[in-house]
């Protein structure tokens, strides 16, 4: 490899500013600044031409390479700090768009002198702009997950804010057996609004996603909402007990230092007899992937009417049968339509009858993870074996479910 001095030498057929020279050997550990490096090379070939007695190199001027855009980086780093007061945040990145014209000239210059040592230009600027901006507000760098990203285009001076979603944790109950989890769009207008939805573009009024989204949505001001449940449960079920965990996600927010509290308070208000929220906190995207991963044992309460009489000592003798027991599921009927037809086994962890009239009774129970509860009730006929009724030998059904336990804490 040809010496350092050699290669800055040969850059310097060009005039090139100290930052476009110094960032040729940004891969040579100095301790400088691109601009010192270049200054000091720069320096290093004076010398060198002075003690052979060749001539000295024309002064510099202006930059072949940047057109002495480093020059701009105070204006750069004044409109971003304009641009940033529109959002509240903790943490920044700065990212750049560089006139593509530059970028070739600097890819030329690499063909040149060689890119082993060399850093791009769009690397120092965000640097340097970051700096300057650092140095101007309290807020802090942070390279992995900055609340915004500040994307400078320097041919225009022109700043544009990507602004990372707010993430909230909390848990949910549900009293009401009328809606669903999510916002669920009309299927047939998609969300137009038809004559099917009564031009609301929905199937449903309202949903858990929606009662709680849209206050916080609004205080943070942001632009949608998404919804992370740790799972679901059916419509009609409702869900008491500790709650649901979630994640609501809010993109693009202008507001994220929000009072927890007086949000909870507010959305119980809203969610009254509908559904209530504890325990909001700020979260992250990858507590979003923890919940989605999540397969906590789930406590039902549920309600099943026998279609004909059933004797008490019978009924004793299946529950003590299934109560600690592997079940195989085929995908319920009910669900087969948007599932694939799979068969699974789960496990059902505890069966307690809680009431008992003759033709219709309560029971407990536990199970893993995404046991169909339904259908371990009624069979979905003979899809889920064994069942409730088929050890009975009557049909059963469900008159309703209640989620009383999500167990993720235990
Ligand atoms: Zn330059
Ligand atoms: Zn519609």
Not at 10 to 29: I, M, T
Not at 174 to 187: D, E, G, L, M, V
Not at 402 to 410: S, T
Request: charged fraction near 35%; aromatic fraction near 6%.
């Amino acid at each position: 490899m040809d010496h350092l001095i050699d290669r800055a030498e040969r850059a310097l057929s060009l005039d090139l500013c100290d930052h476009c020279l110094g960032r040729l050997f940004a891969r040579v550990d100095t301790g400088l600044s691109n601009r010192e490096r270049g200054e000091s090379l720069r320096m290093a070939v004076a010398w060198r031409r002075a003690l052979e007695d060749r001539k000295p190199l024309p002064p510099h001027q202006r930059c072949q390479i940047c057109d002495e855009l480093f020059e701009m980086v105070p204006r750069f780093a004044q409109a971003v700090v304009e641009k940033l007061r529109s959002v509240e945040f903790d943490t920044f990145l700065i990212g750049t768009r560089i006139d593509p014209l530059i970028l070739e000239k600097e890819e030329r210059l690499w063909e040149m002198v060689g890119q082993d040592r060399a850093e791009p230009i769009k690397a120092e600027m965000n640097q340097e702009i970051g700096k300057a901006v650092q140095g101007m507000i309290p807020q802090e760098v942070d390279f992995s997950s900055p609340d915004v990203v500040a994307l400078v285009d320097t041919r225009f001076c022109h700043v544009e804010l990507d602004v990372s979603p707010l993430f909230i944790y909390g848990r949910y109950r549900k009293y009401s057996r009328a809606i669903p989890q999510t916002r669920w769009p009309c299927n047939r207008c998609r969300g137009k609004g038809c004559t099917k939805c009564n031009n609301t573009g929905k199937m449903y009024q309202t949903s858990v996603q929606e009662i709680i989204g849209e206050p916080i949505r609004k205080w943070a001001e942001g632009t949608d909402h998404f919804f992370h449940g740790m799972g679901r449960e059916d419509i009609d079920a409702r869900m008491l007990g500790n709650g649901r965990p979630f994640i609501l996600e809010v993109r693009e927010p202008k507001r994220r230092r929000l009072d927890l509290e007086a949000l909870e308070n507010e959305i119980n208000m809203a969610g009254k007899g509908v559904i209530d929220v504890r325990d909001l906190r700020f979260s992250s995207r990858d507590e979003v992937r923890r919940i989605k991963l999540a397969i906590p044992d789930k406590e039902y309460r549920v309600r099943v009417q026998f279609e004909s009489k059933v004797n008490k000592e019978q009924l004793d003798e299946v529950v003590q049968s299934l109560k600690r027991i592997r079940i195989t599921q085929q995908t319920p009927a009910r669900v087969a339509h948007r599932r694939a037809d799979l068969a699974r086994e789960r496990e059902i962890k505890g069966l307690v009858l809680e009431e008992f009239d003759g033709s219709s009774a309560t029971f407990r129970l536990r199970t893993e993870a995404g046991t169909y509860v339904k259908e371990f009730i009624h069979g979905d006929s003979g899809r889920t074996i064994p069942s409730l009724a088929e050890r009975l030998g009557i049909p059963c059904s469900v008159e309703w479910l209640d989620v009383i336990e999500i167990a993720d804490q235990n």
